[in-house]
């Protein structure tokens, strides 16, 4: 039996294992025939099943009467993690359930390899929770202590714009300067360093890593600024008091367009408080469609229609989102423009946190070589056209944007456990 090394890339929104057994790396099939899998978790409350990936959205979207839980990788590093939520006639803690994701990707890899794995490289992003080191080291912590309950036992990091630059090299002709581009759905990481083909598989790559910075920002916050911009206003947000003197609570609101706090808002105390925010609003009708979406639980579905039309825009000028309520929907067109508008400060962070990246480097723009998009949000038009003028001489290289990572990190392992 060959030797295999593997990789797990357990993304905010989609997730990848890699495996190195050959000449190169390579992903496994994870959902469906597909190598990503959603990260995403549906407890059946008919069928009293728990179904993972593309299963668990089909069955949300169906219909089925039970809780989708997504965007998991963001509780690490909060307060969140150890608390508990209802699921299944009983309440589960949220470290529990990235632990149950984690075990169904860790049983998909040993039934690839036929063997039970338990030396891994798990990718990481460069900062978990940006500017707070104790909260960024908890939230390894803690996902080091939930892959070694389900078996693994010989434990790596690697940072994921490192990993993706790892699985560039492997098909690199000559040395280049290479920026990393890695935004996936909650965070944008960015890394400088030189590949080469003599280099891809020295055991210490220290010297070649010349930078490494980060920002928590991804496509799941353009997702929620999206929608705080141009849906939460139809159920309320920013509208004012009767008084006129302050405006509604905005935490409902935050809630709603954020996938890891949906389910917060069913608690039975929120339509109740609610009632009191509609007594006192001004416009009392829009409170009225905020307790509509919420007591039909359809948070998770109008989230999943606001990403569908941050999707649309990038390849259309217009893209709708519907509001389902009871007597008459609320259809809402909203344009590039408005979406540019939503997105526009976090860009600018971006921009920000990549010109440190050449900074800390010691480099220019212009001196990168290549740049290597990774990533679901690297597909929006707009933030590539930030980039080419940030790195006017790059040649930009199409990376698999949700397999890369996972490739690096299986090529990772075998430099490390080799």
Known sequence: MSIAYAGIDFGTSNSTVGVFSGALPELINLDQGNPEMPSAIFFNFEDEQIVYGRQAKQEYIR?????????????????LIQEKTAVMGGRMAFRDI???????????????????????????????IDGNETADKAAQDTLESIARQEGFKD??????PIAAALAYEQTVAQEELILVLDIGGGTADFSIIRVSPDRRNAPDRSND????????????????????????PQLGY????????????????????????????????????????????????????????????????????????????????IATVKIELEEEDVLLEMSTTEFRAAIDASICKI????????????????????????????????????????????????????????????????????
């Open 351 to 418: 921009e920000q946190t990549i010109n440190e990246a050449l900074s800390n480097a010691g480099v220019t723009g212009d001196q990168i070589n290549s740049m290597f998009l990774t990533g679901g949000t690297t597909r929006i038009p707009l933030l590539r056209r930030h980039f080419q003028e940030l790195l006017p001489n790059a040649t930009i290289v199409e990376g698999d944007v949700f397999g890369a990572v996972g490739l690096g990190l299986a090529a990772d392992a075998r430099r490390k456990f080799a």
């Open 98 to 128: 990235i632990a149950l994701y984690l075990r169904q990707l860790k049983h998909k890899l040993d039934a690839h390899l036929n063997e039970d794995v338990t030396k891994v490289v798990l990718g990481r992003p460069v900062h978990f």
């Open 238 to 317: 920013k509208t004012l008091t009767k008084c006129g003197k302050r405006a509604l609570p905005s935490k409902y609101y935050f809630d709603l367009a954020t996938w890891q706090f949906i389910n917060q808002l069913y608690a039975p105390n929120i339509l109740r408080e609610l009632s009191e925010v509609r007594r006192e609003a001004a416009q009392p009708h829009l409170v009225e469609r905020l307790r509509e979406v919420i007591r039909a639980k359809d948070g998770h579905a109008l989230a999943t229609r606001v990403e569908q039309a941050k999707i649309d825009l990038s390849s259309a000028d």
């Open 209 to 232: 890593i010349l930078a490494n910075t980060g920002v928590h920002i991804g496509g799941t916050d353009f997702d929620r600024l999206l929608s705080m911009a141009q849906v939460m």
């Open 155 to 160: 434990i790596a990091f690697q940072y994921e």
């Open 63 to 79: 219909g089925d009467e039970g809780r989708l839980m997504q965007a998991l990788k963001s509780i690490l590093g909060t307060s």
